[in-house]
């Protein structure tokens, strides 16, 4: 490794550095990994029954996401991908708006007034740029809000990336950037993406620290993300974070992983689990016990099967809305359009 | 009152605009040298570099960082140098500008307006004569502005930045200092999607916006002096197109010829003529006209007169719908 890579907790769930968060507050992180979980899962069963549109699956990314909204304030601004279902969830984005966007509805990104988490960025790349305007714009008007990206390691191979990095390091801006190596981008392994040791590695190119943590460690995530939070919101501009994970998952339901990789990668990360891991250290601490897990799983469970009723309830989008967001108001060619439309079918 | 060229206007209208201070102007060079064509002149050193900002050389972020500032609440405008370097800055405003109100549900907005200069004219290298507006208006969620004169210029620009939604301002370059009009000191609205009757006439309407204007008012002149009775329609906006204005004027006439210096084929006056065909063939007494450039690549500066229309060419057009 050429670099440090900052881990607290080990695979087993030892503590091998010093946790930044008590543990009233890691069972509070735990739970939402569970709830992620379920929901990630719930999804992809979903999409087999023919009820959502394609799902990308973020399992064993949990500490990831997890992890690095935890230090965000309410109102910071969240700028993710497709994959980051958690991190948008635990950042106040509906659930019910996240089922609702991959049933194929736009009303998904209708987030309620206050939560500022954009819809995820389908296309790779776009949208780290945009946590650089937003943080630009927050400071210039001096109120101390932060912008958090997360994106994976594709996406780093994209110019947007670059433009995004080398604005943020200019214009000091409040932005931080999680990266989610998780070693594959659809079929490309990370060793095809770049010719670079790690990704760590860009961040001096553009004048920010750079830091490298274990992602299916929650408590590195969190403590490093905790930094780079701190820092943004004091003026000390952006931080790239680069998180080791794996996608132990397809890219998504319409894909098939063992065309391109094999089995026994995969069986090595599952045994480092971010769940079990934090799972192991508050059993190890006394606090984790099975009735508690039970309460979880079943407050999870029906936290998911609750958003899905509430976004399945909802009838399409009728042909007049169809027209109804493009502008403030209908143009008169919309207007016009909306019209053929009704009379045609 | 003072009299302004097309750029001193802009340059009032952005003037006005920074005086709230939502607004924000970005871009390469609008700062310390006040832009390529000088649009920006003199606003860094009254509003500050935090304002006014110079960055780094790259369109997609410049478009990105603009998005991402409209969302979280600015008024920014952005500059690209010139047509021909907007490319990389359209994923942005496809993919994300275009669309945010849409895949929101009017949550998030990005109210922020893209001046792009454009056309030829001015014997530029290579890149710096394009005239591809039709890329921004066959995108939906798009508003494409073009001004051809000072007053114009100044009240679209003030129209655009007040406006909710996302702007490409198209600025003829060779109509920066092309002429000069008396222009308000005071802020002024043009509104977006109303198109301008410059001429009334009879016999025949001319339909065109930005830096064709000048050669169709000098072609209107010599059809005039020939005896043809000529409507001039500068469209001003071409999304949304204000089409009753333009149907009401093809009726009275019968005659349509329309003029742009984009490429001619799926060139927005394609739009136009078939707006016309659909919904006033009937009063109509001669073939719509479209005089265009050519689908080549812009010839560069020693043969580039080949490719813009002159007033020749509008000339012979109108006088073949009155044949």
């Given at each position: 490794?050429?670099?440090?890579?900052?881990?607290?907790?080990?695979?087993?769930?030892?503590?091998?550095?010093?946790?930044?968060?008590?543990?009233?507050?890691?069972?509070?992180?735990?739970?939402?990994?569970?709830?992620?979980?379920?929901?990630?899962?719930?999804?992809?069963?979903m999409?087999?029954?023919?009820?959502?549109?394609?799902?990308?699956?973020?399992?064993?990314?949990?500490?990831c996401?997890?992890?690095?909204?935890?230090?965000?304030?309410?109102?910071?601004?969240?700028?993710?991908?497709?994959?980051?279902?958690?991190?948008?969830w635990?950042?106040?984005?509906?659930?019910?708006?996240l089922?609702?966007?991959r049933?194929?509805?736009?009303?998904?990104?209708?987030?309620?007034?206050?939560v500022?988490?954009l819809?995820?960025?389908?296309?790779?790349?776009?949208?780290?740029?945009?946590?650089?305007?937003?943080?630009?714009?927050?400071?210039?008007?001096?109120n101390?809000?932060?912008?958090?990206?997360?994106?994976?390691?594709?996406?780093?191979?994209?110019?947007?990336?670059?433009?995004?990095?080398?604005?943020?390091?200019?214009?000091?801006?409040?932005?931080?950037f999680?990266?989610?190596?998780n070693?594959?981008?659809?079929?490309?392994?990370?060793?095809?993406?770049?010719?670079?040791?790690?990704?760590?590695?860009?961040?001096?190119?553009?004048?920010m620290?750079?830091?490298?943590?274990?992602?299916?460690?929650?408590?590195?995530?969190?403590?490093?993300?905790?930094?780079?939070?701190?820092?943004?919101?004091?003026?000390?501009?952006?931080?790239?974070?680069?998180?080791?994970?794996?996608?132990?998952?397809?890219?998504?339901?319409?894909?098939?992983?063992?065309?391109?990789?094999?089995?026994?990668?995969?069986?090595?990360?599952?045994?480092?689990?971010?769940i079990?891991?934090?799972?192991?250290?508050?059993?190890?601490?006394?606090?984790?016990?099975?009735?508690?897990?039970?309460?979880?799983?079943?407050?999870?469970?029906?936290?998911?099967?609750?958003?899905?009723?509430?976004a399945?309830?909802?009838?399409?989008?009728?042909?007049?809305?169809?027209?109804?967001?493009?502008?403030?108001?209908?143009?008169?060619?919309?207007?016009?359009?909306?019209?053929?439309?009704?009379?045609?079918? | 009152?003072?009299?302004?060229?097309?750029?001193?206007?802009?340059?009032?209208?952005?003037?006005?605009?920074?005086?709230?201070?939502?607004?924000?102007?970005?871009?390469?060079?609008?700062?310390?040298?006040?832009?390529?064509?000088?649009?920006?002149?003199?606003?860094?050193?009254?509003?500050?570099?935090?304002?006014?900002?110079?960055?780094?050389?790259?369109?997609?972020?410049?478009?990105?960082?603009?998005?991402?500032?409209?969302?979280?609440?600015?008024?920014?405008?952005?500059?690209?140098?010139?047509?021909?370097?907007?490319?990389?800055?359209y994923?942005?405003?496809?993919?994300?500008?275009?669309?945010?109100?849409?895949?929101?549900?009017?949550?998030?907005?990005?109210?922020?307006?893209?001046?792009?200069?454009?056309?030829?004219?001015?014997?530029?290298?290579?890149?710096?004569?394009e005239?591809?507006?039709?890329?921004?208006?066959?995108?939906?969620?798009?508003?494409?502005?073009?001004?051809?004169?000072?007053?114009?210029a100044?009240?679209?620009?003030?129209?655009?930045?007040?406006?909710?939604?996302?702007?490409?301002?198209?600025?003829?370059?060779?109509?920066?200092?092309?002429?000069?009009?008396?222009?308000?000191?005071?802020?002024?609205?043009?509104?977006?999607g109303?198109?301008?009757?410059?001429?009334?006439?009879?016999?025949?309407?001319?339909?065109?916006?930005?830096?064709?204007?000048?050669?169709?008012?000098?072609?209107?002149?010599?059809?005039?002096?020939?005896?043809?009775?000529?409507?001039?329609?500068?469209?001003?906006?071409?999304?949304?197109?204000?089409?009753?204005?333009?149907?009401?004027?093809?009726?009275?006439?019968?005659?349509?010829?329309?003029?742009?210096?984009?490429?001619?084929?799926?060139?927005?006056?394609?739009?136009?003529?078939?707006?016309?065909?659909?919904?006033?063939?009937?009063?109509?007494?001669?073939?719509?006209?479209?005089?265009?450039?050519?689908?080549?690549?812009?010839?560069?500066?020693?043969?580039?007169?080949?490719?813009?229309?002159?007033?020749?060419?509008?000339?012979a057009?109108?006088?073949?719908?009155?044949?």
């Amino acid at each position: 490794m050429p670099h440090d890579t900052l881990q607290i907790l080990s695979p087993d769930g030892a503590l091998v550095g010093d946790p930044t968060i008590d543990l009233a507050r890691t069972r509070e992180l735990y739970a939402a990994m569970v709830v992620a979980r379920v929901y990630d899962r719930k999804c992809t069963a979903m999409q087999k029954q023919g009820r959502l549109a394609t799902y990308a699956p973020f399992e064993g990314q949990e500490a990831c996401q997890i992890g690095s909204v935890a230090p965000l304030a309410p109102n910071d601004w969240v700028a993710g991908t497709y994959r980051d279902a958690a991190a948008m969830w635990f950042a106040g984005y509906p659930m019910v708006n996240l089922i609702l966007g991959r049933t194929g509805d736009e009303r998904g990104g209708n987030t309620p007034a206050g939560v500022n988490v954009l819809p995820p960025s389908i296309t790779v790349g776009g949208h780290m740029i945009h946590a650089v305007g937003t943080g630009w714009a927050d400071k210039i008007q001096g109120n101390g809000r932060v912008s958090l990206t997360l994106f994976g390691d594709g996406a780093t191979s994209e110019g947007d990336f670059h433009e995004a990095m080398n604005f943020a390091g200019v214009f000091q801006t409040p932005t931080i950037f999680f990266c989610q190596n998780n070693g594959w981008a659809i079929s490309l392994p990370f060793e095809q993406q770049t010719a670079a040791a790690s990704l760590v590695d860009k961040a001096v190119g553009y004048g920010m620290p750079g830091v490298r943590v274990d992602g299916n460690d929650l408590l590195a995530v969190v403590a490093a993300s905790d930094t780079a939070v701190h820092a943004a919101r004091n003026g000390e501009g952006p931080t790239f974070i680069e998180a080791m994970t794996y996608r132990v998952g397809p890219h998504t339901t319409a894909d098939d992983p063992g065309r391109y990789r094999t089995e026994d990668v995969t069986a090595d990360w599952l045994k480092k689990d971010p769940i079990e891991r934090v799972r192991s250290y508050l059993a190890k601490n006394g606090e984790w016990d099975a009735a508690w897990e039970d309460e979880v799983s079943s407050e999870a469970s029906q936290e998911v099967e609750d958003a899905v009723a509430e976004a399945e309830a909802l009838d399409p989008l009728s042909s007049n809305e169809v027209f109804d967001a493009m502008f403030a108001e209908p143009t008169q060619p919309l207007i016009e359009q909306r019209g053929m439309l009704r009379r045609d079918g | 009152m003072s009299e302004r060229t097309m750029a001193q206007a802009l340059n009032s209208a952005l003037a006005d605009a920074l005086v709230s201070d939502d607004v924000v102007l970005l871009g390469e060079d609008v700062g310390r040298t006040g832009g390529v064509f000088r649009v920006t002149d003199g606003l860094q050193e009254r509003f500050g570099d935090e304002r006014v900002v110079d960055t780094p050389v790259a369109e997609s972020g410049i478009v990105g960082a603009a998005f991402g500032m409209a969302v979280a609440g600015l008024r920014p405008v952005a500059e690209i140098q010139f047509m021909g370097f907007s490319y990389p800055g359209y994923d942005q405003i496809v993919n994300h500008v275009s669309r945010i109100r849409n895949r929101s549900r009017h949550r998030f907005t990005a109210p922020l307006v893209i001046r792009i200069p454009y056309g030829g004219g001015i014997g530029a290298a290579e890149h710096h004569s394009e005239s591809l507006e039709a890329i921004y208006t066959h995108v939906p969620g798009l508003k494409v502005v073009v001004p051809s004169r000072p007053v114009d210029a100044k009240g679209l620009l003030t129209a655009a930045i007040n406006d909710p939604d996302p702007v490409i301002f198209l600025e003829p370059i060779r109509g920066y200092r092309a002429m000069k009009e008396d222009v308000s000191d005071d802020p002024y609205e043009i509104p977006i999607g109303v198109a301008s009757i410059e001429r009334t006439g009879n016999d025949l309407t001319l339909l065109a916006y930005g830096a064709m204007m000048r050669e169709t008012r000098q072609a209107a002149d010599v059809l005039a002096a020939d005896g043809v009775d000529v409507e001039v329609i500068d469209l001003r906006t071409l999304v949304p197109l204000d089409t009753e204005t333009i149907l009401a004027s093809v009726e009275n006439t019968g005659r349509a010829v329309v003029v742009h210096e984009a490429p001619r084929t799926a060139g927005f006056g394609a739009e136009i003529a078939a707006t016309i065909a659909e919904r006033a063939l009937y009063s109509l007494k001669a073939p719509v006209e479209r005089v265009t450039a050519w689908d080549i690549v812009v010839p560069l500066r020693r043969a580039e007169k080949h490719y813009t229309p002159g007033v020749e060419r509008i000339v012979a057009a109108a006088k073949r719908t009155m044949a």
